[in-house]
């Protein structure tokens, strides 16, 4: 099993920074990929971004250029750098490890974005 703690949400304005940090522990070296995904009021879960373990990444397209998903994986700790912001990346962002084909999510952290 995998656990993942969240840190690093507040409030920013618009065209800002905040850097998201995801610490794992656990069966860590299992872990085959690692992602961020995040959730607005009143929508489903979105896909942010997700790196593999051979540093592949993915992210989605409102948010390509702005962000960047990095893993650590000597501190077992995947990052999300986001610059740029707009009020419309507002919302819950939660990480998300998968081992096995099974997925764990931690808690999640609020970005909240002001105009």
């Known amino acids: 099993q995998v656990q993942l703690v969240e840190s690093g949400g507040g409030l920013a304005q618009a065209g800002g920074s905040l850097r998201l940090s995801c610490a794992a522990s656990g069966d860590t070296i299992r872990i085959s990929r690692m992602g961020w995904y995040r959730q607005a009021p009143g929508k489903e879960r979105e896909l942010v971004a997700v790196?593999?373990?051979?540093?592949?990444?993915t992210y989605r397209d409102s948010v390509k250029g702005r962000f960047t998903i990095s893993r650590d994986n000597a501190k077992n700790t995947v990052y999300l750098q986001m610059n740029s912001l707009k009020p419309e990346d507002t919302a819950v962002y939660y990480c998300k490890a998968v081992l096995w084909n099974i997925d764990y999510w931690g808690k999640g952290t609020l970005v909240t974005v002001s105009s």
């Open positions: 790196v593999t373990s051979d540093g592949s990444t």
